[in-house]
Structures are given as C-alpha cells and as structure tokens.
C-alpha cells in the first residue's frame, strides 16, 4: 500500500515524539557528568571559547578556535560559554539535540532510500533510526562533550545528503519546478560546508553523493557513469583541495609531523587499521558496555604476519571490498552500506597520525550499517514477524546498555577506573584516574596513579607535569621541580610546564628564575591566562606593581571567569592605594567564586581603608566562615568587632584564637584590652596576668595602651605598676 503525505507526517512525529522519549529515558543520567580528558584542552582551557559579548573581535576568535579547522564547532561550544559558562549540563543538553535530529535525518534518509529501491516497509527507517540512536556505541560522540564536533559534522552530512535526495526527486518527478531544486542544492552545499567546518570528515561528502545518485537514482548505469568521469574527478579533485587546505603547504611535513607525538609509525598505522576496522564493525553489531572504553590499547601491527591476525584483517577488508561489488546488483542497499562505511572511515582509519581507536569515528559510518541491517531483517514478508520481534529486543537491549554506559560516565573516577579495567598496561587512563583523585582532594591516590601512568610510559610529558603540579598543590615545591624540568625535555614547547615550574621556582624565592619562565609559557602561548596571572603575582610581590596590573588585566581579558585575576588585580590596586578600583575587582572575583576566604578577606581589609567598618566586618565573618583556622583573619575580625563596640563578639573570637594558640601571651593581651574596654575589670586583670605570665613583656605598651585604662585602678595593675612598670624602660 502506498504511504499518503498524512500518514507520512504521522509517522515523522511518531518517530520523533519515541526519539525524545527514548533520549531521555537514556541519556538523563549522564547531564551532569564533569568534563573529562580532551574537554578540558578544547572547552575548558580554551580561551578563544570564552564568548562574552557579540563583538567582531570576541566572534573572530570564537569562530577561529585554538587551530582553525572546527569553527562551526567551537562556535558552538562558545555559544554555550555565553549562556552558561562552564555549566556542564548546558554542553551535554546541545549534544543530546544534535543527537536527536541527527537520528530523524537517519530516519528521513532511510526513507527517502528505501522509496528509491522500491521497498515498501514502514518499519524498516523507524526501527533503523531508533536503533542508531540507541546504539551504547555513539555514547562517546554523545556524552563526552568534545565529541559534539563529529556528531555535528554526521548531522550536516546527512542534511546534506537528504537535502541532495529532495532535489533529485523533485527534478525527477516535478521537472516544471525550476527554484525549489536550486534552493534545496543551495542548502545542501550550506550544509556540506558546515559539516565541514565541524570536523574534517565531512570531506568526502562530495564523493558520496556521487556514489548515491548512481546507487539509487541512476540504477548503476555505467554508462552514466562513463560520462560522469568529469564530475568524479571533480569531487576527487574537491576533496584533495580540502586536504590541502588542511594541512598547508607542506602537507607531507604536517602528515610526518603527527607521528612524533604518536608510538607507531606511519607504516605500523596503516598495518593495524583494517583490523580496527573489523573491531568497530564488531562494535556495532554487539555493543556491550564491558567492550566499549574511551581509550584503547589496541595492539599495534609492526609486519604483515605480526601479530598473525594482521594478514587475516587486510584480506577481510579486501573481501568486504569485493563483496560490495559484486553485490551491487541484486543488494544494492547493502553493497551502499558497505562502501559507505569504509569510506566514511578513511579520513580517520589511514595515513593520518591519529590515535588508533575511538569509538566516535563510527558513528557517520554506522548509519547505511544499520538501515541495510533493518531492511535485511523487514524485508522478507514471510519472517517479517520475526524480524520486528528482534528488532525491538535489540532496541530495548540497546537503550539498557546505553543507560548502563552512561553511568560510567557520570564519574571521573568510575569512568578511569574502567578505561584501566579494559586496558591495564595503557598509561593514559592512570593519568586520567590520578587527575580525577586529585581533583576530589585524595593527593594520595594521585600520586599513586601518577607514578603508575610514569611507569607504563616515561616519556609522557603531560604525566610529568601533571605530576609535578600534584607535588607543587601539596606543598612539595622541590619535589615538583625534576618533573616540571622532565616534562620539558620531553617537550620544549609544553607551556603548561614552564608555567608551574615558574610557580615552583617563586615557592622557592627563585623570582627571577620564575619570572623567566612564565615569559617561556607566554612566548610560546600569548593568550595563557595562568602564566599572566603568576607573572603578575611575581611581579608583584618583587614590587612591580604596575607591571603586575598589566599581567591580571591581561589574564581577565582572555578568561573573564577567573576569580583569582581578578582579586590579585585587587590587590595590586591596593598597593596602589586604589581602593574604590580594588574592590570592584574583589566584587567581580567573589561573583565567580563567593567561596573565596582570600577574596572576602582582601575586600574587607579594603573596606576597612575606607572606614565602611560594617561591611569590612560582614566580609571577614565570611572568611572566617570559610576559613575558621586562619589566625589573621580572625585576629583581624576581632579588632574590627572592638573598634565597632562589639566586645562579646570580639570575646567571642579571641577564645577561637586561644583554642588555637593556648600559650600565646598576646592573644591573652588583646583579650585583657576588649575586657577593660567592655568593663569587666576582673577579666580583663585576669587576661593581663595570664599574658604576662606567659611571656608578655612588653611593658611601654602596657604602660600607655588606652585600652587598659579601665583597670588603671586596680590592685593588681598598681602593684604591677610598683613592681615592673616603673622600672621598665
């Protein structure tokens, strides 16, 4: 029976309104899950992405990103920055609709497909898409927030293969309607350049429509094909332009140049690849959680019979080679699926210097795999029962897998921890879990896992400094030093290095050495928004304080949430006796971080220059809130309740302190001062004899501290007088 346009829309809303559900239901319990590995270099620590205001330079650098290639990507992930900052959940929410209206394209896609071949079967799309968004394989492309750029890249892709589609059947079947194909034309070369300008493998768009329309509207005529050659070469040639745009103008030194961060060479790449191929294809067909890892370690192939599968995958690459052909006729879906899966691969499973596997490179092949899989399964009449009953148990096993995956990545720790289950001897993951150890506050852990991550590879320069760093955090700055020096043997261009062995050196009062190698971190990256921010705080404290304010601004105007920039450059301006500018700046530090004892502590002392004593006292009870160990800002806390004619509340905090420092004459002195103020004479006798006792022999401040006037009178301050006082110099 043939589909009506009304039942079409139906079914099109059916099928989303299941999607929305189904995404929920699966994907609800990860949008909270931190940002983790390649996050943090590409969003968080990326200053180009911190968008805070829609002007040409903000929406250059936006658009530009840290290398040039993604901007439609980057631009994304600085829209978010500008709606909701760092806001984890906000990045997951966009990568969730991404996902979803990629799924409908699969599903139109497959429509429109099936209706070529002449298949009348109105399941086959819906279950096809439901089981690619589904699939636990495409959590990596989903949940790990980077990722959005290859699910981008996939949705413009297929936008722009629908949108082809559209514009041939309307050619084909409405050949009076001349503006409706150039407009849908247009918009899928819109599309085809915003998928480029996701990720790079979108580059063989071209190629691929070229091979549908002979597929599935030219019936593979080869004759048709015979008089396309000039077209086939055209999008071969469009293709290596893209290429080469890439890579520049010294594309053969670029290519090379990515093996040297990589422990294969280019010859061992391209030996393992067909069995990574095969790997994701036995991904797809069975994605159980325990098989799927964010970082691999797949064995390397070094020669043709090493390891002896090696031999056995290329054949079976070949073999797949083959049988697309040869199927072509009487399977042409299938043969297309095929085809489309290991070209869609080749960008990232050839020559190019990339890690060997990550499952996020399936998830534009996977589409044709699983909408000829679908057909395969519908098509027969006779078993079609059978089909839809297998269908929808893959579908639910699918949707418990995927819910079960993501619940390892709601946790940094968890999700290490399983990548080292998976692959025990890959010293990544151990950096990755000594990072998440460190992150919730158990140093030991981290530096355990650290140490590890250094044993499986010595020579992992990021390990190194993330080692270092630790050491450094705890208060081990000579410990952190070798590492720091290490890692930038390694690699004499790793910024992030220099800056903690800057921080490293001024711990030590080496500030000319630290002061030198902040200026190596921002040689070799200007907009480093740390290095500024400890040159500046050196700076500072060697007493360059306008040298330090141009660093903090400068550290501010790259990242507009950094709340330390913005009160050291409050303390800067203090130095500078510049009170009303400095605490502006403190206000701006604690909006970003109001759990900042410093900051309070800072803005109250400001306030105090101004003489505003009960805002200076509101800002230190939150620090002493925040921080009820710290002496200063208790001590301080207490002269501002005494100066204010608090006495009980100054009371109240001197015996805070005396529980800290019980043999401290002076905090017995202070105490003796706020009693005689408050009136209660015989306290405040007891606390001068307690002082005295314990050492307190400063006797000319006895002598003419206003303060004790009180107890002047007293017997025991007269005969203190008589015996000490009036033979004290």
């Excluded at 495409?138 to 082809?164: D, E, G, K, P």
């Excluded at 919730?440 to 320069?461: M, R, S, T, V």
């Excluded at 630790?470 to 930038?488: H, N, R, S, W």
Aim: charged fraction near 15%; proline fraction near 5%; hydrophobic fraction near 45%.
């Amino acid at each position: 029976m043939q589909t009506t346009k009304t039942d079409s829309h139906w079914q099109t809303l059916a099928v989303l309104a299941v999607m929305i559900a189904l995404i929920i239901l699966i994907y609800a319990n990860a949008l909270d899950a931190p940002f983790v590995f390649d996050d943090m270099p590409n969003i968080v620590d990326n200053p180009h992405l911190r968008l805070t205001a829609f002007t040409p330079e903000r929406l250059t650098g936006a658009i530009k990103g840290p290398s040039g290639n993604r901007p439609f990507a980057f631009f994304s992930f600085a829209l978010n920055y500008f709606f909701h900052g760092y806001t984890v959940n906000g990045y997951r929410l966009v990568n969730l609709i991404i996902h979803l209206i990629t799924g409908m394209l699969v599903f139109l896609t497959a429509r429109q497909t099936l209706y070529l071949t002449g298949t009348d079967n109105r399941f086959i799309p819906v279950f096809a898409a439901v089981l690619w968004l589904s699939s636990p394989i495409h959590t990596q492309s989903v949940t790990y927030i980077v990722q959005r750029m290859t699910a981008m890249a996939t949705m413009f892709y297929l936008l722009a293969m629908f949108l082809y589609i559209k514009t041939r059947l309307v050619q084909r079947d409405f050949p009076e309607k001349k503006t409706i194909p150039i407009l849908l034309f247009t918009g899928c070369a819109v599309a085809g350049i915003l998928g480029l300008g996701s990720k790079e493998i979108a580059a063989t768009l071209p190629l691929f429509l070229l091979l549908y329309e002979w597929f599935f509207f030219q019936n593979l005529n080869g004759q048709w094909m015979k008089q396309r050659l000039l077209w086939i070469c055209i999008a071969c040639v469009a293709i290596v332009a893209i290429a080469a745009i890439y890579l520049g103008t010294s594309p053969i030194e670029k290519i090379l140049g990515m093996y040297d961060k990589q422990d294969f060479t280019m010859g061992q790449r391209l030996l393992t690849q067909p069995g990574v191929v095969l790997y994701y294809l036995s991904l797809l067909l069975f994605p159980h959680p325990g098989r799927l890892n964010l970082d691999y370690d797949f064995p390397v192939s070094t020669l043709v019979n090493h390891p002896l599968t090696t031999a056995l995958t290329i054949l079976a690459i070949a073999g797949l080679l083959m049988g697309a052909i040869s199927l072509a006729k009487k399977h042409r879906l299938l043969s297309f699926a095929i085809l489309w899966f290991l070209g869609t691969l080749v960008v990232e499973s050839s020559f190019l210097g990339l890690a060997l596997v990550f499952e996020h490179r399936i998830y534009l092949p996977s589409v044709f795999v699983l909408i000829a899989l679908t057909a395969a399964l519908l098509t027969p009449s006779h078993s079609r029962r059978v089909g839809i009953a297998l269908l929808c148990t893959a579908t639910v096993v699918s949707c418990f897998w995927t819910y079960q995956r993501n619940r390892i990545w709601t946790d940094s720790i968890s999700l290490w921890k399983d990548c080292i289950a998976k692959a025990p001897d890959n010293g990544r993951p151990y950096n990755g879990l000594g990072g998440a150890f460190q992150e919730a506050g158990d140093y030991e852990k981290a530096q355990l896992n650290f140490e590890k991550a250094i044993h499986l590879n010595p020579d992992d320069y990021r390990v190194n400094n993330n080692l270092g760093a630790l050491l450094l955090g705890t208060g081990k700055p000579m410990d952190a030093i070798p590492y720091f020096q290490k890692a930038l043997t390694i690699n004499p261009e790793y910024h992030e290095a220099y800056c903690n062995l800057g921080v490293a050196l001024d711990r030590i009062n080496q500030q000319e050495e630290a002061i030198r190698s902040f200026e190596k971190a921002l040689a070799i990256y200007p907009d480093y928004a740390e290095a500024h921010n400890n040159l500046g705080s050196t700076l500072l404290n060697t007493g360059k304080p306008q040298a330090a304010i141009f660093h903090f601004k400068k550290a501010v105007r790259i990242n507009p949430l950094y709340p330390e920039a913005y009160s050291n450059l409050g303390l800067a301006l203090m130095n500078q006796k510049k009170v009303d500018q400095a605490i502006g700046y403190y206000q701006k530090s604690l909006k970003l971080s109001p759990e900042s004892a410093n900051t309070h502590f800072n803005l109250g002392s400001a306030y105090f220059m101004k003489g505003d004593i009960p805002k200076a006292i509101h800002h230190l009870e939150q620090s002493a809130a925040i921080n009820p160990a710290s002496i200063l800002v208790l001590n301080n806390l207490s002269t501002l309740y005494t100066m204010d004619k608090q006495y009980d509340k100054a009371i109240a905090i001197l015996d805070q302190i005396e529980a800290q420092l019980p043999a401290n004459p002076t905090v017995h002195y202070n105490k003796a001062c706020v009693y005689s103020l408050a009136g209660r004479k015989e306290a405040a006798v007891t606390s001068l004899e307690n002082a005295i006792r314990l050492g307190y022999n400063k006797w000319h401040q006895i002598r003419t501290d206003s303060d004790l006037e009180n107890i002047r009178d007293t017997a025991y301050y007269k005969k203190l007088e008589q015996a000490v006082l009036s033979s004290s110099p």
